[in-house]
């Protein structure tokens, strides 16, 4: 874990490994963000223009190291573009912040130390930079850096060191003493730490995370964080009638799970259940995947990981508002065991399912989740998945999709993931779509139009959803694991994708500004 620390000691004075400053886009060149005072004035005032010379323009994402001048008291200085300087009386916005700093996270890997002297006018600001710098530093190293044994004892292979985090983001100008800079650097520790953990989630391959592994994680976690934690094995299962969950995972050695996460305040006014696609591995059963298309698998869980997380950040931030996170836990696999298309199955709700396709299980094990949250009655239910790969295909691989039966609360999960930094984007639940998944045999078909097939999907957990609770879902198909090169905060592999909407939809729910 990154350690966070805030400091009042100048950027001269400060002993670290490496000095990260803001260069921002100026019309006439690249200009000196504030925080960087200190460091311009060692370069003799000459550190945009060094950089300039350096090939850097200040664009987001640019990031460029040079050696520190004697001034200093660390041996090198790392610029981070913030893209275009605000407008006159502007305050540079968080996601700028937060992605700069992301971006000085990564190029630090393997550093002990280094102070960050980017624009902290605010506690908000902090923030931003604190949540930028920690989630930038991650790294996934559980499965690198064995013993060699072909080398001296002791010894590590591959040089594992390098990849290791940064070990402490020093947050010049972060005021400790001041409640809000304070509170701010607080929140952004716990809930990066969860993000990270849900990433860690993602990327653990499936031979070591299957649904009991994962339901193990949650159980631990509940212990250590006063949450109440209880786990339905597959004979709970059965005996609660939960043919979704069970109908996908009847065809792995694993069994599936549904693990129910309680967190509550007694001054709560306002009941959030989250619950999340947790399918650990998904091969498509049956229907199997192309080649290709099974590699990255591991990270159909991602939903179930975001819930899990989301859950336990509301319970170290002492959130007044309940919180309750089902996590539809499975494994699908194409055994002589499994489900095969034709096949009916009878929900937990009580309505029959003809699956079509086995490849569409993610919302079979939601919609059972979906129908026990209901029953509880909260005042609002959120789902998580990784859905649909036709919600990609609308959206690309950076935006989640959000549906919900309420448009005000649609708008608000929109308007909350865009305040965070999350990209997303309302969609409709068009009603004609929905004959397409009637069933000559069951009450609905788990598989409708072909075009359109986010929105069917969507639909489709419509149906499971409580008379009269407010209900979104978040098709996260695209963000959730990243492919190509890692930029700002965001890693190779899973990003995290949802938890900061889902905790400020916590945070806006427990100040009542939610209604």
């Not at 909260?378 to 998945?385: E, F, L, M, R």
């Amino acid at each position: 874990m990154t350690a966070l620390t805030l400091s009042t000691s100048g950027a001269a004075t400060l002993r670290a490994d490496a000095l990260v400053v803001g260069l921002a886009k100026g019309a006439k060149g690249p200009v000196v963000a504030p925080g960087a005072e200190a460091v311009d004035k060692a370069f003799d005032g000459k550190l945009a223009t060094v950089l300039e010379t350096l090939g850097a323009s200040g664009a987001e994402g640019e990031v460029t190291k040079l050696p520190a001048p004697s001034g200093l008291k660390v041996p090198v200085v790392i610029a981070v573009g913030l893209g275009p300087v605000p407008a006159k009386d502007d305050a540079y916005d968080a996601e700028s912040l937060r992605r700069a700093a992301g971006s000085a996270g990564r190029a630090l890997k393997g550093s002990k130390k280094a102070g960050f002297a980017l624009p902290t006018e605010s506690a908000e600001d902090a923030g931003a930079v604190a949540e930028g710098a920690l989630l930038g530093a991650y790294a996934f190293t559980a499965y690198q850096g064995g013993e060699n044994r072909l080398a001296p004892k002791g010894d590590k292979a591959g040089g594992n060191d390098a990849k290791l985090p940064l070990g402490e983001v020093v947050l010049l100008g972060g005021k400790p003493r001041d409640k809000a800079f304070k509170a701010a650097a607080e929140r952004a520790v716990a809930v990066t730490e969860e993000i990270n953990r849900a990433r860690d989630l993602v990327n653990t391959p499936p031979n070591d995370l299957y649904p009991e592994s994962f339901a193990a994680v949650a159980s631990a976690a509940g212990k250590e964080h006063g949450i109440k934690v209880q786990v339905l094995d597959e004979k709970a299962l059965v005996k609660g009638g939960f043919g979704g969950l069970l109908g996908v995972g009847q065809g792995s050695a694993h069994g599936p799970r549904l693990v129910r996460l309680s967190y509550t305040h007694p001054k709560a006014e306002k009941t959030l259940a989250l619950v999340g696609k947790g399918i650990t591995y998904d091969s498509g059963g049956i229907s199997l995947k192309p080649a290709g298309h099974n590699e990255t698998m591991k990270c159909d869980m991602s939903g179930a990981a975001a819930v899990f997380a989301a859950v336990v950040s509301a319970s170290r931030l002492g959130l007044r508002v309940n919180v309750t996170g089902w996590l539809a836990l499975a494994e699908n696999m194409p055994s002589g065991n499994a489900t095969r298309p034709g096949d009916v199955l009878r929900m937990y709700s009580g309505k029959t399912v003809e699956v079509l396709n086995t490849d569409a299980e993610g919302r079979l094990v939601l919609a059972d989740a979906l129908t026990r949250a209901s029953e509880e009655k909260p005042d609002a239910i959120v789902d998580v998945a990784t859905l649909t790969g036709a919600m990609v295909l609308a959206l690309g691989n950076r935006t989640f999709g959000v549906m919900a039966n309420d448009d005000a609360f649609r708008t608000s999960i929109h308007e909350i993931a865009e305040e965070v930094g999350e990209a997303s984007w309302p969609m409709p639940l068009p009603a004609d779509l929905r004959k397409g998944m009637d069933s000559p045999t069951a009450d609905i078909a788990n598989m409708g139009e072909r075009m359109g097939g986010g929105l069917v999907a969507g639909l489709f957990l419509q149906e499971f959803v409580g008379e009269g609770i407010a209900w979104a879902h978040l098709d996260i198909a695209g963000p959730a694991f990243h492919e190509g090169a890692p930029y700002g905060y965001t890693p190779k592999g899973g990003t995290g994708s949802a938890v900061r909407t889902l905790v400020r939809l916590a945070e806006r729910t427990a100040a009542g500004d939610l209604g």
